[in-house]
């Protein structure tokens, strides 16, 4: 376990359609969190979990967009219906409670 | 929520002078501040962290303070060098954390 993990690394998609990105945080850390980053912009909150429990979601989310962490370990970010608009870097990361957040290499969407 | 905004947005230096960020943060109850680097086409990567109870912190060249009554905190970095070219976010958390727009530093040889 080396730090934080996504899958895929690179997502292109066509408009309309629905997409998935894993994340995989570090193992003993039990809080996980999403951010949205487009290009000059800095890391924008979308969700975050400890543990299962899906504790905040920004209300600038779509109702397109469902994060889960089943098993309080990995995470996966659904986006239904995707738009242009959606096209940016999405980023997981991981801490555990207090501690220091560690990014994973995001997953770079790009919607046709 | 919080709300941290961070000046400048780009900054030019020449090799061997310091550079100055500057952020801004809105919620009191916000107690650790992280600086994060970013390189093109990478993930950000922490730096230098800062918690509330402390008012200044330094790690060889890199150097962050914190104001908590004017809720403003500074990364200073020392002796610049070209690696030192990327844009660099300040962030600060509450119940989680929230980041500036960004400053890209550019070090002139």
């Known amino acids: 376990d080396t730090g934080v993990s996504q899958d895929p690394r690179h997502k292109i998609t066509k408009r309309g359609q629905n997409v998935t990105f894993r994340c995989d945080p570090i193992s003993e850390h039990n809080r996980l969190y999403w951010y949205r980053q487009t290009l000059g912009q800095g890391p924008e909150f979308l969700t975050y979990?400890?543990?299962?429990?899906?504790?905040?979601k920004s209300r600038l989310l779509s109702d397109r967009f469902s994060a889960e962490r089943p098993k309080g370990s990995f995470s996966t970010l659904e986006i239904q219906r995707t738009e242009q608009g959606d096209s940016a870097m999405y980023l997981c990361?991981?801490?555990?409670?207090?501690?220091?957040?560690?990014f994973g290499p995001g997953t770079r969407l790009t919607v046709l | 929520g919080e709300n941290v905004e961070q000046h400048p947005s780009t900054l030019s230096v020449q090799e061997g002078d310091s550079a100055v960020i500057k952020c801004t943060y809105s919620?009191?109850?916000?107690?650790?501040f992280p600086w994060y680097k970013q390189e093109l086409g990478k993930r950000p990567q922490l730096i230098i962290d800062?918690?509330?109870?402390?008012g200044e912190k330094k790690d060889q060249r890199i150097a962050v303070t914190l104001n908590k009554t004017a809720k403003h905190f500074s990364l200073h970095i020392t002796e610049t060098q070209p690696e030192d070219s990327a844009v660099y976010f300040c962030?600060?958390?509450?119940?989680?954390?929230?980041f500036g727009t960004g400053t890209s530093l550019t070090v002139i040889p």
């Open positions: 919620d009191s109850a916000s107690n650790y």
């Open positions: 979990f400890q543990n299962e429990a899906q504790l905040e």
């Open positions: 800062i918690r509330s109870n402390v």
């Open positions: 990361a991981s801490s555990l409670v207090e501690r220091v957040l560690l």
């Open positions: 962030a600060a958390r509450g119940n989680q954390f929230y």
